[in-house]
């Protein structure tokens, strides 16, 4: 935070100023007023009241971005809806008298009577004409603000709300908002408090750097032109709190303009929250009002001022802020202002009275009251007063915030330029071999031109980064030109770096599993960042966060990442890492390269977890025994361990003597689990390739009853014969599914002529182990199911009460009491209706879509489960590499301080005199008296032993043999 904003806050906050009202802040309303002037100017929005020419711009301090967002959407639904309100104003109110003369420009430069106008025109004329409209009318016709207000009010959307506009105008399709599709919660959020629907506030899929692709937005608008489907605003966002990523303002507003001109009209808004305070590193003359922005101002900017860190197309849409309607900013952000610091500029000022409210005891002799605009009420003074301080102090300009975001970008270029370079010049392992990569989301330029993250020619542009940039201090760096033109060309448009890590296995191969990818990633953030209350700041070298890139958010960009990683694409989320410069000081002495060392010993560290978790080593091997007359194997699986993520069920072979000992074993432990294990470490995916081969395999081990992970009792050695693969499918991340089934909840169905089997379909992570031994199913099904599984068809069933998707996430310990209720679903004796089908894929396949194209049921009917149920959720999400650490809350500290706030109520007296007089003020002798002390919730207050003293009004002492008085 910055000392000016600090000391605005401080030296306001003991006055306690609300600006809701001149009358609560006399002072600090005059201050957020000033405040709304200086970052209106900041932008390029007028704010000389004698340029006549220009819409005098307005802003004002919120308590945060959500607030300005909200408040933004509020005043585009009614400045949609306005005209409407107007035409019927004209058509039933009192405003008929002007319907034969008052005339308006359509938004494609037409001439038109206003009542002649289509719903179409009036949904789609240009702010600028909207906003005049109370203007042209008093000029007109002398319409006065007061009479115009009482004319319209019983036809605004304020009264009679969106639902009855749109019926009484025959409104069919919903009037939409357009925007990124990663945009702030905020968006949808202000959509739904707004009553637009948070389904309108319509997300936009991404380019490959997360900025609004341009394309996608184009064809939307398109489809609104033709489909007469009216728009309120397209939202730019100016610095995205994930990625740092500008969108393309500039060309948005071009685009706009040209929408425009075929007549589809909208707002412009600038989400600029986060990036808004970057606006002041552009010399001053470039953001005149006056001045279009134009293709090659980011290029002009650079040329005034070499130093400028920012690439050159962020300048270019920094400056075309001064042509968007309305932006959000928040000077708790980028302006380093204590919270709760937000705000709303208005390129025209009048945009502010669609969103008026006035109370009497709100307006009686105020000048402007800040509370009748907006969404808030009561505000703090304080906030308005460190933001207008800093603001002055510091300067909106070149030389003051513009100097310090300068510092800050270009320290986050030079850590991009680590990022981008670092794993060319890593320590090699005892092989000879790469452990890691580090890959920044925004791509190196040779990529743009269709080079591939990993191909050499990428990481000869590495080394020359090393050497250009890494290498040299700074001082040598700013007064380079080529490496200034290389820092504006990696990293961020920003100040935020996201990347991503993979890792190489000992034998240089590069890992392709997203999950692994992800795994690792989540252990060096964890290493980096604060994940519990008892962590200690103090022990971490540099901080990093995390996001991630979801599918439905991030849709074709995050696949190009993944590829980009070297990872098989899948539709799964991707973890980011994130690191966000906001300090403004300089990074002399080398304080960049010791950080990068100490990033890069955790990394290698946790690399070496990632090779041993997916060691391809022969590992212990642990089977769950079915059925009796034919033995089959269900393999116990494990997400956390390369050779056990796999799902296996085996039809299999005892000889005579193991068989009896195993069939005496189920009868004593009904209800426990029997399971074979192996003896010696096993190649599992050796013996399934031996197994599809016809080779016999046979596997030395123990048979016993399991209570949780250990035998109990007598355990059975002998050797099992592995015949015939039943079901064999993968695990990995590429071979899931990117959702949970959402129909029904699958197993698959196998066993012999009169005993069946079911165990649980693992379509996704994490899961639950179901199975159960020996079900009964209803006559009808059962023939159909014996029918088919001689035949060696593989089956599915399903249960058709249950939908899979809406029962995760499961609870994490088999101990919890979901599982050990007597309602839980999945337990012995239940029944279920289920339906069965053929299993479309052969028993040897790879996800995902393993239920895809399932077609009709062959049979459908009753199941019932035994008593030999299997429920577990721990052994394959158990993670065995995963560091448990005791988390001690903050709560005990609370308690110590606590009980330091508390010894007010704690009485320590070495000597107490207590006087006694009578009504009349004369001394009273009491020769024993006893003294009690409480404390102001009534408690006796004791310290043990106290004597009391009595003296009278001479000041004699006054014998009174002994007193005790108790203290608490």
């Known amino acids: 935070m910055t000392m000016p904003g600090l000391l605005g806050y401080f030296m306001t906050m003991i006055y306690n100023p609300n600006n809701v009202a001149v009358e609560a802040s006399p002072f600090t309303t005059v201050v957020e007023l000033k405040a709304g002037q200086q970052l209106c100017k900041m932008f390029g929005y007028n704010t000389d009241k004698k340029a006549t020419d220009l819409p005098l711009s307005w802003g004002h301090i919120t308590c945060d971005g959500t607030v300005a967002n909200l408040e933004s959407i509020w005043v585009a639904r009614n400045l949609k809806f306005y005209p409407l309100t107007l035409y019927q104003a004209m058509k039933e ?160 507003l071009a685009m706009r303009r040209r929408f425009q001109d075929r007549g589809l009209s909208f707002l412009v808004h600038a989400d600029a929250a986060w ?83 006035t109370s009497p005891y709100l307006t009686q002799g105020s000048m402007e009251n800040i509370g009748v605009y907006g969404v808030e009420g009561s505000k703090p003074g304080a906030a308005a007063m460190a933001a207008w301080m800093s603001n002055q102090t510091i300067g909106l300009d070149p030389s003051g915030y513009g100097r310090l975001l300068g510092e800050a970008a270009f320290t986050s270029a030079r850590l991009s330029a680590w990022y981008a370079a670092m794993h060319v010049r890593q320590p090699l392992d005892s092989n000879g071999k790469r452990r890691y990569i580090i890959i920044p989301f925004n791509p190196l330029p040779i990529e743009k031109v269709g080079y591939h993250s990993l191909d050499p020619e990428v990481d000869d542009r590495r080394k020359e980064i090393f050497e250009t940039v890494i290498d040299k201090d700074n001082a040598q760096v700013s007064q380079d030109k080529e490496s200034l033109n290389w820092l504006r060309q990696i990293g961020s448009d920003l100040n935020i770096n996201a990347f991503a890590i993979n890792w190489y296995r000992s034998d240089g191969t590069l890992n392709t599993d997203l999950e692994e990818a992800n795994y690792l990633m989540r252990r060096v953030v964890n290493r980096l ?49 994130r690191n966000v410069v906001m300090s403004p000081f300089p990074t002399d002495q080398d304080f960049i390269r010791t950080i990068m060392k100490e990033l890069e010993e955790v990394i290698i560290e946790e690399v070496e977890w990632c090779r041993e978790r997916n060691s391809p080593d022969d590992k212990e091997v642990e089977f769950l025994l079915r059925g009796t007359d034919e033995v089959f194997l269900d393999f116990q699986t494990s997400f956390h361990a390369a050779t056990q993520r796999q799902q296996i069920i085996l039809a299999a072979q005892l000889d005579s003597d193991t068989e009896k000992e195993y069939i005496n074993l189920k009868k004593k432990y009904r209800v426990q689990d029997i399971a074979f294990r192996s003896k010696d470490s096993e190649n599992l995916e050796g013996l399934m390739t031996r197994i599809k081969n016809g080779d016999a395999v046979t596997v ?72 159960a031994c020996d079900v009964k199913l209803s006559e009808a099904l059962s023939k159909t199911v014996r029918t088919r599984l001689s035949k060696g068809e593989g089956l599915i069933l399903t249960l058709t009460g249950y939908r899979e998707e809406t029962m995760h996430p499961f609870p994490q310990k088999n101990d919890d009491a979901v599982f050990t209720s007597d309602h839980f679903f999945f337990r012995p004796e239940q029944t279920f209706q289920v339906k069965v089908y053929e299993d479309p894929k052969a028993d040897i396949a790879q996800g995902p879509g393993l239920i895809d194209n399932l077609g009709a049921p062959i049979a459908r009917g009753e199941m019932k489960l035994g008593n030999d149920v299997h429920v577990d959720v721990e052994a394959l999400n158990w993670d065995p590499l995963e560091k448990v650490e005791l988390d001690v809350p903050w ?63 001479e000041g004699r002492s006054i014998s009174t043999g002994e007193a005790t008085t108790g203290f608490r």
């Open 93 to 252: 109110g009192p405003l008929g008298f002007i319907a034969d003369t008052f005339q308006v420009t359509t938004c494609v430069g037409e001439e038109k009577l206003f009542k002649d106008l289509g719903v179409w025109e009036l949904l789609n004329l240009r702010s600028d004409e909207i906003l005049g409209m109370g203007d042209a009318l008093y000029r007109q016709f002398g319409v006065t603000p007061k009479f115009l207000e009482e004319a319209l009010r019983p036809f605004t959307i304020q009264t009679t709300g969106k639902d009855v506009l749109e019926r009484e105008f025959r409104i069919g399709k919903p009037i939409k908002y357009f925007l990124a599709q990663t945009r702030h919660y905020s968006w949808p959020k202000g959509g739904a408090i707004a009553g637009i629907g948070s389904a309108n506030i319509q997300g936009v899929e991404l380019d490959m750097e997360g900025r609004v692709s341009l394309d996608a937005l184009e064809r939307e608008l398109n489809r609104c032109l033709e489909e007469r489907q009216a728009v309120y605003a397209v939202v730019a966002i100016m610095g995205s709190t994930e990625e740092g990523a500008v969108d393309r303002l500039h060309d948005i």
């Open 529 to 577: 960042s604060i994940t519990k209350s008892s962590g200690n700041p103090s022990t971490i070298p540099l901080f990093l966060t995390s996001t991630q890139f979801e599918p439905a958010l991030y849709g074709q960009c995050a696949q190009n990442f993944m590829q980009r990683l070297g990872l098989n694409a899948c539709a799964q989320d991707l973890w980011v890492v």
């Open 700 to 771: 030395d081990g123990k048979i016993g009853a399991r209570e949780g992970k250990e035998f109990i009792g007598r355990t059975i050695e002998c050797s099992v014969r592995m015949n015939r693969i039943v079901k064999s499918r993968p695990l990995n991340s590429a071979n899931r599914d990117d959702h949970y089934p959402r129909h029904f909840m699958p197993f698959y169905l196998y066993g012999s002529q009169d005993q069946y089997h079911i165990s649980h379909m693992l379509l996704q992570a994490p899961n639950v182990n179901l199975s």
């Open 891 to 953: 709560d005990s500290e609370l308690d110590k301080i606590e009980g330091v706030l508390t010894t007010g109520r704690k009485m320590v007296s070495a000597m107490a005199t207590t006087s006694f007089r009578d009504s009349e003020g004369q001394p009273i002798s009491t020769g024993m008296a006893t003294t009690s002390f409480r404390d102001s919730e009534g408690q006796s207050i004791s310290t043990g032993m106290a004597t009391t003293s009595f003296r009278d009004s």
């Open 275 to 357: 990036g808004g305070y970057f606006a002041s590193m552009i010399p001053r003359h470039m953001m005149d009002s006056r001045i279009p922005s134009e293709e090659g101002d980011g290029e002009e900017a650079v040329g005034k001022v070499p130093s400028l860190p920012l690439r050159e197309d962020t300048l270019r849409d920094m400056i075309a802020l001064k042509e968007t309607d309305s932006i959000t900013v928040d000077p708790h952000k980028a302006g380093y202002i204590p919270y709760p610091a937000g705000s709303l500029c208005y390129r025209d000022g009048r945009m502010r009275f669609l969103v008026t409210w």
